[in-house]
């Protein structure tokens, strides 16, 4: 019997990377997972390599109606939801000088807003004592030059945790924000130009105390922590998985 035995969670942006570690770890834990994508087909591909335990939704966490058509998937299956990892979103890279109105929307939109309205629609079906993680950054904790715009966008998250947590405290729900640092994932090398993907995780490995950049498993087992009934004394909590980036 796994932690999460009989639970139902749901993974944004769930497709590569840590949101895909973390679908496979959840379901590995007795969950069954409903892991999104921005395409069917890339959905599907994550939950067949999990197999029974995932089902892959197309849902862009920035199209509203897209939401509500995720909802309704899950409330079709009963049983609501016990694990929501409100993981989609990203950012590039854009200084102060050359930062316009469309990146800046463009990042809180797909970071805050995304995040916003994906835990808003869930709400209906969140069961008594569900538990909510957010994706956070060591990047809002940092002055990382050329990533303000998604820095501030991942303070907002932290923000929200807290937020969230004393607004559903009555519901026994819980809301934690997991901070990883430098994780190799697809994202993270989509921030080099070609050819210098190494290049990056290399200078990303150097500011890291530890010496290395983290693997997502390494991020999914604390998000499958603090989904778990492990940390039911975790509320409004901020957990830094960064290999000591910001603590050391």
Do not use: C
Not at 9 to 20: E, F
Not at 94 to 114: I, K
Not at 217 to 226: C, N, P, R, T
């Amino acid at each position: 019997m796994g932690q999460l035995s009989g639970k139902t969670a749901l993974v944004t942006g769930g497709t590569s990377g840590i949101g895909l570690a973390t679908a496979q770890r959840l379901a590995s834990e007795g969950a069954h997972v409903f892991l999104t994508g921005r395409t069917q087909e890339r959905a599907d591909a994550a939950a067949a390599s999990i197999g029974d335990g995932a089902s892959g939704v197309a849902a862009d966490v920035t199209d509203i109606a897209a939401l509500d058509r995720l909802a309704d998937v899950i409330r079709q299956r009963g049983g609501g939801v016990d694990v929501i990892f409100a993981n989609a979103g990203g950012g590039e890279f854009a200084t102060l000088e050359d930062e316009t109105p469309e990146h800046l929307a463009d990042t809180f939109t797909r970071n805050v807003g995304g995040t916003v309205f994906t835990v808003q629609k869930m709400l209906p079906l969140l069961n008594e004592g569900a538990s909510i993680v957010l994706t956070g950054s060591t990047a809002a904790s940092r002055g990382v030059p050329a990533f303000g715009a998604y820095a501030a966008s991942k303070a907002a998250i932290r923000s929200l945790g807290r937020t969230w947590a004393a607004e559903l405290v009555g519901r026994k729900i819980r809301v934690n924000t997991v901070v990883p640092g430098p994780v190799e994932t697809p994202g993270l090398k989509g921030l080099a130009p070609s050819g210098q993907h190494q290049a990056l995780l290399d200078g990303e490995a150097a500011t890291v105390p530890m010496g290395r950049v983290g693997a997502p498993a390494e991020i999914a087992s604390v998000v499958a922590f603090l989904a778990s009934d492990a940390s039911s004394f975790m509320t409004g909590s901020e957990i830094f998985v960064d290999g000591g980036s910001v603590q050391v």
